[in-house]
């Protein structure tokens, strides 16, 4: 048999062919070292009996090469960071987080502080009332009062507008 050199030389048209009927258009020197691995071992482990080194060759290194798409797909399914939509995506949710808290602050006018925390929690936060107080460090009663009290002033404001 030839020497690995002239292998390299002779199927390296073959590595190629293979990277591109695979559609590999990233990362394509990693797959040619791995086409060139490919080889090596089918060199070593090659038997004349069982058919023409080509096909062998051609067989081998495909395999290698798609065993490293998929090991690569695996890795970039369970480490590798989101992109840039789902980036903008939470972005766009803090923003119209805080575009809901304005809004709700428009309706907080008129309404003394502790109310104006009742409905924050209540709306922004969708905390209950027990766990309201506890945030606050109060009782459960105080805060139903401010919640008592912010109800009624929210309900004469709706009716003064309708």
């Keep these: 048999m030839e020497s690995f050199d002239e292998l390299v030389v002779q199927y390296q048209p073959m590595i190629h062919k293979i990277i591109k009927s695979l559609h590999i258009y990233r990362n394509q020197d990693e797959f040619y070292q ?3 691995i490919g080889l090596w071992e089918a060199s070593l482990s090659y038997n004349e009996g069982k058919g023409k080194f080509s096909n062998y060759a051609y067989t081998y290194m495909k395999g290698k090469m798609l065993t490293q798409m998929n090991q690569n797909n695996q890795y970039q399914e369970k480490y590798v960071l989101p992109q840039r ?3 903008e995506c939470i972005e766009d949710s ?7 808290k304005e809004a709700i602050q428009t309706y907080c006018d008129g309404l003394t502080e502790k109310e104006s925390i009742w409905v924050t929690a209540f709306s922004i936060e969708h905390l209950t009332t027990k766990e309201i ?13 401010w919640k ?5 002033k929210l309900k004469e404001k709706a009716a003064i507008l309708n």
């Design 85 to 87: 939509e789902f980036w």
């Design 148 to 152: 008592s009290g912010a109800l009624r």
């Design 34 to 36: 791995t086409g060139l």
């Design 133 to 145: 107080a506890e945030k606050e460090k109060v009782s459960v009663s105080a805060v139903k009062q």
């Design 94 to 100: 803090e923003s119209s987080l805080f575009l809901e």
